[in-house]
């Protein structure tokens, strides 16, 4: 495989993550790390750091709106629920090495 088709297919993929991502609202944040170990706002941190690295200027607010497809603000208002005791215990032992 060519080194074009290659990133082509990479980004495919990873638009295809970031919709499926915007379209399970459902599904909180601090249940993708507990589970994965990333959540949206580590894919959005990673997307800003790669155009940093290539010289383009992007803050984390204008990152989160291209992983969220809105204003983080605004989905944490319409679709981010408070964390359960049972989910902060999670996070605290699926990090606790961090």
Known sequence: MDRQTELE???????RLR????????????DLM????FCRNCLSRWYMEAAQERGIDMDKDAAKEIVYGMLYDDW???????ATPEQQAAFAESHKDH
Request: no cysteine; glycine share 4%; proline share 0%.
């Open 34 to 37: 507990n589970l994965s170990g």
């Open 19 to 30: 919709d499926h991502l915007r379209a399970r609202t459902d599904v909180q944040n601090i």
């Open 9 to 15: 297919l990479e980004a495919a993929a990873f638009r």
């Open 76 to 82: 944490k208002a319409r679709y981010q629920t408070e």
